[in-house]
């Protein structure tokens, strides 16, 4: 009986010094992948413009962006039910400016202070050249089917005021650009 237990016990041990699950080239290779995967989702190489469920943190859009890049949003305001346009730009910091706002009337929650330069383009009296910091340095909407809402980037638009954006609340904000996104973007 001494025997078959030395044997045994003489197998358990040539198991766990052969590391036959693993072998050291497979250790290797595991910690391999395992770098390069952290990698993808660590190392930035850019920004993104996104727009994200600002509720559950799911990103609804996003595309990539550089310094000086404009968007904007158009949208029917809801007491004065007359089309505003609010532009904005990323400045050399990453932050958000709103750059010009474009309404047909003043009144509530529409600009009225005399900052910028006012002029009427179109029908729209526009007030440029603001360069002020968006508070908190993101943009949050609350979108609704009842008025047209949309928001423009470079050639791209995006309908706030249809699913899966209306009746969700909506955080616009720059965010740092991994390689794994980059990688998205390519399919």
Not at 27 to 47: D, H, R
Not at 51 to 70: A, F, H, K, S
Not at 127 to 134: A, C, E, G, Y
Not at 165 to 177: G, H, M, R
Request: with cysteine; charged share 25%.
């Amino acid at each position: 009986m001494s025997s078959n237990r030395s044997t045994e016990q003489d197998n358990q041990k040539a198991l766990l010094s052969s590391n036959a699950f693993f072998k050291k080239k497979y250790w290797f290779l595991i910690i391999a992948v395992a770098t390069v995967i952290l990698l993808l989702f660590t190392i930035n190489v850019g920004k993104k413009i996104v727009i994200e469920d600002l509720q559950t943190g799911n990103i609804l859009w996003q595309e990539e962006v550089e310094r000086g890049d404009w968007f904007s949003h158009r949208y029917i305001h809801s007491v004065e039910k007359s089309p505003v346009i609010e532009k904005f730009k990323v400045n050399h910091d990453w932050e958000i400016l709103t750059m010009e706002s474009w309404t047909k009337s003043f009144g509530a929650g529409l600009p009225y202070e005399d900052k910028g330069d006012v002029e009427m383009k179109d029908g729209y009296f526009v007030i440029q050249d603001l360069n002020k910091p968006v508070f908190g340095g993101e943009l949050k909407f609350q979108p609704s089917e009842l008025y047209p809402h949309t928001f423009r980037f470079k050639d791209k638009e995006v309908t706030f005021s249809e699913p899966p954006y209306s009746e969700t609340k909506i955080l616009v904000d720059i965010q740092n650009a991994t390689i794994w996104d980059c990688i998205k973007g390519l399919f």
